[in-house]
Structure formats: C-alpha cells, structure tokens
C-alpha cells in the first residue's frame, strides 16, 4: 500500500507556481522523499527527491516540513507541458530497493491552464 | 531517453498468441522491474528483480513470467492472456541502494508497452 497521500487533482495558471502537496505521516528516519510525474502514456520520470532538508534541481524545489510528515512539490513558473500524474512517494534509505515493494499511489492530476 | 529501453512499444495478441516484451538497460542496475498501468488506475507493481533473482511476485496471475537473465535485460512472456490484460507495461531499473553523491536512487521506466489482447 502506498504510504502517501495527495490530493487527486489541482489546476494553476501558466506561469504560476504550481505547489503540490503530499502527506506521509507515518514516514520513518531512514525513507527519502521521492516525486515523479508522468505524462500522458509515458514511462514515470524522476523530478527530485530529498531526506529532511529542502532541495532544488533545474526542475523543481523540494519542501520538506521540519517533522517530515508532509511536504510540498514546487514548479516555479508551470508550462502547459508541466501537465502530468505527479506522485509523492517513500523510499528507505540503506534499503536494498530490490527487497522494497515500491508502489505508486493514484498521484495527484495537475492541469496547467493557460 | 532514460537509458531503459523496452520493446514492442506496442502489440496486439489474440488470447491463444504467446509474445514477449523485452527491456534493456546499460546503467549498471541491478534492480529491475514490471510494472501495469491499466486505463484510469494507479501503477501496479508486478514483478522485481535484484541481482537477477526474482525477490517480489505480487500476486500476478502465471499467464505472465517474467525471465531476467542477465542484470541488463528482463522479459515478461506473456501466454493465453486476457482482454482485461490489455494495459501499459512499464520497466524500470535502479541502483539496489542509495550512495549519498553517487546516485538519487531513481527509478529509470521505458517508454512502456501498449499491449490490447483481443
């Protein structure tokens, strides 16, 4: 089961930031903070992901709350083609990912409107 | 271009046909996956691969099996399928762990498969 939770759809306007939550209250100290988003029948692609601290890549920045239970996915300046599934999900630090059953949730739908 | 490559993009298949779906990576993995993405519902985890050993079967039905016989290359042979088996395949590959500076631990998907059993 997957062990976040976001809101199934957002819209924002072109230009704007979009700001995606996702909750994961029962994260523990070793799992990372990962999001991807997916376009239309494509494969997930990797956005960013981060522990506790806050990061930003060329793609977006990573909030992090201070107990880790939620945090916020930031598109700056959204483009139509930021229109995608994002998913928030959790994954274990020193974990062996081929003995982790990686799942998805349903994401969260964002609609960029021009 | 994520560096994982899977083949067909897309296949038709009676339901008495037996095809394969191929993926390919040259990243240095060693975990590999399938994953089903049917119309409206979430990705659902099939099949995981560490080291080429099968560590996950989630309860898929045995019309699929998977055959990894190398840490570069994985199939999902597929047999007497369903019309309700029609779906996306995804593969992805990733590092077995976290190395702080070394990698983000991401998973890599292909582009999918678009399979439609008639």
């Known amino acids: 089961d997957a062990k976040t939770t976001q809101p199934p759809s957002m819209d924002c306007a072109e230009g704007r930031a979009a700001n995606l939550p996702c909750n994961h209250s029962t994260i523990s100290g070793n799992e990372y903070v990962y999001w991807y988003r997916q376009i239309h029948s494509q494969g997930p692609q990797y956005i960013i992901h981060?522990?506790?601290n806050n990061e930003t890549n060329e793609m977006a920045s990573l909030i992090i709350t201070e107990d880790r239970k939620s945090s916020t996915l930031i598109l700056p300046h959204a483009t139509l083609r930021d229109t995608a599934v994002y998913y928030c999900?959790?994954?274990?630090?020193?974990?062996?990912?081929?003995?982790?059953?990686?799942?998805f949730g349903t994401g969260t739908r964002l609609t960029i409107i021009p | 271009e994520t560096g994982v490559t899977q083949t067909p993009r897309h296949l038709v298949m009676g339901m008495t046909n037996k095809k394969s779906l191929k993926c390919e990576q040259h990243l240095g993995h060693n975990a590999m996956y399938w994953y089903k993405q049917s119309a409206k519902k979430p990705l659902e985890l099939m099949f995981v691969?560490?080291?080429?050993?099968?560590?996950e079967n989630n309860s898929v039905p045995s019309r699929f099996s998977p055959e990894c016989p190398n840490s570069s290359h994985l199939f999902l042979h597929l047999h007497t399928l369903q019309p309700e088996d029609s779906a996306l395949y995804l593969c992805?590959?990733?590092?077995?762990?976290?190395?702080?500076?070394?990698?983000?631990?991401?998973?890599?998907f292909g582009e999918g498969s678009r399979l439609t059993v008639l």
């Open positions: 691969y560490s080291l080429e050993e099968r560590v």
């Open positions: 981060g522990l506790k």
């Open positions: 992805a590959s990733s590092p077995l762990y976290v190395i702080q500076g070394a990698n983000t631990g991401e998973l890599f």
């Open positions: 999900i959790v994954r274990g630090r020193g974990t062996n990912f081929g003995n982790e059953k990686l799942t």
